[in-house]
């Protein structure tokens, strides 16, 4: 199980969906179930083809360490 540390850029970016009126229940959800160290459903998963794959590797080695 992890602890979960919210930034303050998280939390502004909560609240303004909030205020739009989004359903955060989903991303509540994305959250708890990364918090208790279990595997998202595909849905969730990032693919390979995204503007992120070059900070992948980085982030990899990062949370190995």
């Given amino acids: 199980m992890y602890t979960v540390k919210f930034t ?4 502004k970016s909560y ?7 989004l359903d ?3 991303l ?3 959250v708890d179930t990364l918090r208790q160290g279990k ?4 849905k969730y998963r990032d693919h390979g083809c ?3 794959f070059p ?3 980085f982030e990899n ?3 190995h360490h």
């Fill in 55 to 57: 900070f992948r590797y």
């Fill in 61 to 63: 080695l990062i949370s």
């Fill in 50 to 52: 995204g503007y992120r």
């Fill in 39 to 42: 595997q998202l459903d595909s």
């Fill in 24 to 26: 955060l229940s989903l």
């Fill in 15 to 21: 609240k303004l969906m909030k205020k739009r009126g």
């Fill in 28 to 30: 509540d959800e994305v």
């Fill in 8 to 11: 303050n850029a998280y939390k």
